[in-house]
């Protein structure tokens, strides 16, 4: 289930937490890094089935933007969760 990104300010920081369960290996790891930093996403943190990743809002691509990405990389999104900081 995909939870819409909260409210913020424009230069606020954006969080969220993806669920992913072909991330198992270091390729499919590595194609992943590639899919979200080049959608300008800063990733924080990226492991077997989940990855945390952090945008300003102002340059956000939002839930859906980050699961086209994955989803054209190859990779099937369980889960998106969005929070500010």
């Known amino acids: ?3 819409p990104a909260p409210d913020t300010n424009p230069t606020q920081l954006l969080r969220y937490l993806l669920q992913v369960d072909a991330l198992t290996d270091a390729d499919s790891i590595g194609r992943a890094r590639e899919a979200l930093t080049g959608l300008g ?3 924080d943190r990226i492991e077997a089935g989940e990855a945390e990743v952090a945008v300003a809002s102002v340059t956000n691509p939002g839930p859906e ?6 989803e054209s990389a190859g990779f099937s999104v369980q889960n998106i969760t969005a929070e500010s900081s």
Do not use: D, E, Y
């Open 1 to 3: 289930m995909t939870q």
């Open 41 to 43: 996403l800063l990733v």
């Open 65 to 70: 933007g980050i699961r086209a990405a994955l």
